[in-house]
């Protein structure tokens, strides 16, 4: 894996164009797409057709992001639809290792994500059954928004829970990620890293991924 990925989110592409705009990052590691349902996020945007549809076109493997209410029902589909790695909310989920078993047996990679209050705590134990933790860096729902430097304490303790059970699990940050937030995120132990309207606003795309890219890996803990 490089030492620093880039998954940019499709939530600031143009969704009259998504089949364009996914090539626009075909140098992005990922392609990051955000599921919202109106009932864990008060926001709503694409479901289950659109992301296997996507899957089948996206010249890089799709990383959705499931801010979804019964997500231990619905997760595993977004495996077999075709997205590469499926992240769910630790907050959404009854079961979650049963559930990151399950999508690991459909052979996607299995996320945890925690919004910006839920602490890293309660799941340390449970490290070895995911393959990556999303620390959000803003409230889920909407994208724009700035990032919260309050996460970064948690970022860190993430990683060196990580790194003491001896795993290799990705970190994942999500939400207000530019070049003025990346290296303080990947200094803390962030190596995963979800840029939307910061990639998707450049004037060159490409350009600003390989940026970002550069300005984290300087950061990234070996």
């Given at each position: 894996m490089p030492s620093a990925q880039i998954s940019p989110s499709i939530l600031s592409a143009d969704f009259a164009n998504l089949e364009r705009d996914l090539h626009k990052i075909a140098t992005a590691d990922w392609a990051h797409v955000d599921v919202m349902d109106n009932h864990f996020v008060p926001n709503l945007t694409i479901g289950l057709p659109v992301v296997e549809r996507l899957a089948q076109v996206s010249p890089v493997p799709i990383d959705t992001h499931l801010m979804i209410a019964d997500v231990d029902r619905w997760a595993p589909a977004f495996a077999e639809a075709g997205a590469q790695s499926v992240t769910f909310h630790a907050e959404a989920a009854q079961a979650p290792v049963r559930l990151a078993r399950e999508l690991r047996r459909l052979g996607a990679r299995a996320g945890l994500a925690l919004r910006p209050a839920t602490p890293i705590e309660p799941f340390v134990d449970l490290?070895?059954?995911?393959?990556?933790?999303?620390?959000?860096?803003?409230?889920p729902g909407f994208g724009g928004q700035s990032f919260i430097e309050g996460t970064l304490p948690k970022i860190r303790r993430t990683r060196e829970a990580v790194s003491a059970a001896g795993l290799d699990v990705w970190v994942q940050v999500d939400g207000g990620v530019s070049r003025s937030t990346i290296e303080r995120a990947a200094d803390a132990g962030a190596d995963v890293f979800v840029a939307g309207s910061a990639v998707y606003g450049a004037d060159d795309v490409p350009a600003e991924i390989e940026t970002l890219?550069?300005?984290?890996s300087a950061h990234v803990h070996p």
């Amino acid at each position: 894996m490089p030492s620093a990925q880039i998954s940019p989110s499709i939530l600031s592409a143009d969704f009259a164009n998504l089949e364009r705009d996914l090539h626009k990052i075909a140098t992005a590691d990922w392609a990051h797409v955000d599921v919202m349902d109106n009932h864990f996020v008060p926001n709503l945007t694409i479901g289950l057709p659109v992301v296997e549809r996507l899957a089948q076109v996206s010249p890089v493997p799709i990383d959705t992001h499931l801010m979804i209410a019964d997500v231990d029902r619905w997760a595993p589909a977004f495996a077999e639809a075709g997205a590469q790695s499926v992240t769910f909310h630790a907050e959404a989920a009854q079961a979650p290792v049963r559930l990151a078993r399950e999508l690991r047996r459909l052979g996607a990679r299995a996320g945890l994500a925690l919004r910006p209050a839920t602490p890293i705590e309660p799941f340390v134990d449970l490290l070895a059954e995911v393959d990556m933790v999303l620390i959000m860096t803003v409230e889920p729902g909407f994208g724009g928004q700035s990032f919260i430097e309050g996460t970064l304490p948690k970022i860190r303790r993430t990683r060196e829970a990580v790194s003491a059970a001896g795993l290799d699990v990705w970190v994942q940050v999500d939400g207000g990620v530019s070049r003025s937030t990346i290296e303080r995120a990947a200094d803390a132990g962030a190596d995963v890293f979800v840029a939307g309207s910061a990639v998707y606003g450049a004037d060159d795309v490409p350009a600003e991924i390989e940026t970002l890219r550069a300005l984290a890996s300087a950061h990234v803990h070996p």
